[in-house]
């Protein structure tokens, strides 16, 4: 039996591109919302899946932080781990004219520009990691030391 073609998403190109081996997930099917819903959705351990999370400093510069689905970001460890006095969430309207991704959709990998990224150094513990596609329903399982070639990030605690 033939495999159902699974959507390509700009993400997926990109890491192509890169030579990047990654695996692609669908769970539109299941219709999950949050971050622990698309975790239970791919029957996975929510450590392996993360979030991509956009912060404005103080200073007016953008910060993406990638933690897990269940945790929390912590604020102040956040602007310590950038350097930054304090952030804050960027509003959700924001997202889309700054990263090119709607809420939900959004990956660490192809925004607009590169913003300064921070991954959670939890990320180091596991094989593989899950991060958005850059589509809402769509994850792409890849392995923490090849999402740090594709942008230029650095490990930090940076969760509650």
Same mark, same amino acid.
């Given at each position: 039996?033939?495999?159902?073609?699974?959507?390509?998403?700009?993400?997926?190109?990109?890491?192509?591109?890169?030579g990047i081996p990654y695996t692609p997930h669908d769970y539109r099917a299941s219709g999950a919302v949050g971050?622990?819903?698309?975790?239970?959705?791919?029957?996975?351990?929510?450590?392996?899946?993360?979030?991509?999370?956009?912060?404005?400093?103080? +200073?007016? %510069?953008?910060?993406? !932080?990638?933690?897990? @689905? *269940?945790?929390?970001?912590?604020? =102040?460890?956040?602007?310590?781990?950038?350097?930054?006095?304090?952030?804050?969430?960027?509003?959700?309207?924001?997202?889309?004219?700054?990263?090119?991704?709607?809420?939900?959709?959004?990956?660490?990998?192809?925004?607009?520009?590169?913003?300064?990224?921070?991954?959670?150094?939890?990320?180091?513990?596991?094989?593989?990691?899950?991060? +958005?596609? %850059?589509?809402?329903? !769509?994850?792409?399982? @890849? *392995?923490?030391?090849?999402?740090? =070639?594709?942008?230029?990030?650095r490990l930090a605690d940076v969760i509650k």
């Open positions: 039996m033939a495999k159902e073609k699974t959507e390509k998403t700009n993400v997926m190109r990109l890491l192509e591109q890169k971050g622990t819903e698309v975790a239970a959705a791919l029957d996975e351990d929510p450590a392996r899946v993360f979030k991509t999370l956009v912060t404005q400093g103080a +200073s007016g %510069g953008h910060y993406v !932080f990638v933690i897990p @689905v *269940a945790e929390e970001l912590d604020l =102040k460890k956040a602007a310590k781990a950038v350097g930054e006095k304090s952030i804050a969430m960027l509003p959700q309207k924001e997202l889309l004219p700054l990263t090119g991704y709607l809420h939900g959709g959004c990956s660490p990998i192809g925004m607009k520009k590169p913003f300064p990224t921070v991954l959670h150094q939890s990320a180091a513990e596991q094989e593989s990691i899950y991060v +958005s596609a %850059g589509k809402v329903g !769509f994850q792409v399982e @890849v *392995a923490p030391a090849d999402l740090q =070639k594709m942008l230029p990030m």
